[in-house]
C-alpha cells in the first residue's frame, strides 16, 4: 500500500517561497513507472495540475505553462521524497496542494492528504 | 492545454435515481480519463480509470464509458453516500487538466 505524507509550512507571506515535502512509503521515488505530482485546488482554479518529476533512466521534470517560471520540483533519493517549491507567491496562489503518484497508466492513484497554504502577510 | 467541460454543473437528484454526468475533451485524449468523487474537506477519491475501469473497493453501481472526446459517468441506483462533487480529468497529455465539477445534491 502506496502512502504519501505532506509536510511544510501553512501560511507564507507575499513574495516569499512556499515549500512542501512529499514522503513516499510502499513505493519509490526512482521508480520506473510511477511520476510523482503536485496538484493544487482552489474555489477560484478549481484543481489544477503543477508538475511532475520521475526516473526513466535519469530525471525528468515537467512543469505546467502556469506556473513555470516560479516553480521547482525535486526528488530526493536519500530520504524517498519529493519537493515542491513555488517562489515568489502571491495571495493567488493560496489553495490546498496535494502531492499524488500517476501510474503509468495515466491513473492518479495516490494522493497525499493535502495541505492548506495561505499566502497573507 | 486540453480543456475539460462537464455538464451539468449542478444535479439535484433523489435516492434511487439513476444520475449520468457527461465529460467532453477539447481534443481526443483516447481513453485516457478519470473519474473522481469528492466530498468537503476531503481528499479526491479515484472512482473510474482509463474510461471504464472500476477502481478498488468502489461499488459496482458507478460505471464509466466513452473515448475520444466525449465520456459519461453513471449511477445507476444514487446511495445517500454519493452526493458529492464529481471531477473528470485527463492524463492523456501534460499539462494534465480536470473538469470544472458537477456538484450532485439530493432533491
Known amino acids: 500500500q502506496v502512502h504519501l505524507q505532506q509536510s511544510g509550512p501553512r501560511l507564507v507571506e507575499p513574495s516569499q517561497t512556499l515549500s512542501l515535502t512529499c514522503a513516499i512509503s510502499g513505493d519509490s521515488v526512482s521508480s520506473n513507472g510511477a511520476s510523482w505530482n503536485w496538484i493544487r485546488q482552489s474555489p477560484s482554479r478549481g484543481l489544477e495540475w503543477l508538475g511532475k518529476t520521475y526516473y526513466r533512466s535519469k530525471w525528468y521534470i515537467e512543469y505546467a505553462p502556469s506556473v513555470m517560471s516560479r516553480a521547482s520540483i525535486n526528488p530526493d533519493t536519500s530520504k524517498n521524497q519529493f519537493s515542491l517549491q513555488l517562489n515568489p507567491v502571491s495571495p493567488d496562489d493560496t489553495a490546498v496542494y496535494y502531492c499524488v503518484r500517476l501510474t503509468g497508466d495515466g491513473v492518479l492513484d495516490y494522493w497525499g492528504q493535502g495541505t492548506l497554504v495561505t499566502v497573507s502577510s | 492545454d486540453i480543456q475539460m467541460t462537464q455538464s451539468p454543473s449542478s444535479l439535484s437528484a433523489s435516492v434511487g435515481d439513476r444520475v449520468t454526468i457527461t465529460c467532453r475533451a477539447s481534443?481526443?485524449?483516447?481513453?485516457?480519463l478519470n473519474w473522481f468523487q469528492q466530498k468537503p474537506g476531503k481528499v479526491p477519491k479515484l472512482l473510474i480509470y482509463?474510461?471504464?475501469n472500476l477502481h478498488s473497493g468502489v461499488p459496482s453501481r458507478f460505471s464509466g464509458s466513452g473515448s475520444g472526446t466525449d465520456f459519461t459517468l453513471t449511477i445507476s441506483s444514487l446511495q445517500p453516500e454519493d452526493f458529492a462533487t464529481y471531477y473528470c480529468?485527463?492524463?492523456?497529455?501534460?499539462?494534465?487538466?480536470f473538469g470544472q465539477g458537477t456538484k450532485l445534491q439530493i432533491k
Open positions: 482509463v474510461a471504464s
Open positions: 480529468q485527463q492524463s492523456h497529455v501534460a499539462p494534465y487538466t
Open positions: 481534443q481526443s485524449i483516447r481513453s485516457y
